[in-house]
């Protein structure tokens, strides 16, 4: 079989196998393969094919990967406290300046201090900045 047909069943076989795992690597591989095969019919020497084969693989992992981070971060969905981050509640508990008090967000009560250590009264309109450890940290709207 001659080598460019392999470099070539090779990209095919794991841009297919991409579809089914969807982590980066096979596709990285795959274009490498594709990228192998031209080449190859150049008469290069086998073990130069391999090391393009090996480089080309290695610097679409890395762009890819790079491009996948971002995917990810777009789509990413906060789960758990942070899924707060940017909520609106009440003040149920007044929260003094330098002090704590209590908000109610989404049906539950939390523990919070203001951002700029100002004071918050009961009814006061709220809105979750951040999350600090069992503590939410909000500003008043």
Same mark, same amino acid.
């Given at each position: 079989?001659?080598?460019? !047909? ?5 990209g095919? *076989?794991?841009?297919?196998? %991409? ?9 990285? !591989?795959? *274009? ?5 095969? =031209?080449? #190859?019919?150049l008469?290069?020497?086998?073990w ?8 080309? #693989? ?13 995917? !990810? /971060?777009? &789509?990413?969905?906060?789960t758990?406290?942070?899924?707060? @981050?940017? $909520?609106?509640?009440? @003040?149920?508990?007044?929260?003094? =300046?330098?002090?704590r008090? %209590?908000? $109610? ?11 700029? &250590? #100002? %004071?918050? &009264? &009961? ?6 900045? #951040?999350?600090?450890?069992? $503590?939410?940290?909000? /500003?008043?709207?």
């Amino acid at each position: 079989m001659e080598p460019w !047909l392999i470099w070539l069943i090779i990209g095919v *076989i794991c841009l297919i196998v %991409e579809i089914f795992d969807p982590a980066v690597f096979f596709v990285s !591989l795959g *274009i490498g393969g594709l990228v192998t095969s =031209p080449i #190859s019919t150049l008469g290069v020497a086998i073990w130069l094919q391999v090391l393009i084969f090996g480089v080309v #693989s290695f610097v679409v992992f890395l762009f890819m990967r790079k491009v996948y981070e971002k995917l !990810l /971060k777009k &789509n990413k969905v906060e789960t758990n406290v942070y899924a707060l @981050v940017g $909520k609106q509640g009440i @003040v149920i508990s007044p929260i003094l =300046p330098d002090g704590r008090g %209590e908000v $109610k967000v989404g049906g539950e009560i939390w523990t919070a201090i203001v951002e700029d &250590n #100002s %004071e918050a &009264n &009961n009814g006061a309109k709220i809105q979750v900045l #951040s999350i600090d450890g069992n $503590k939410l940290i909000v /500003k008043k709207i």
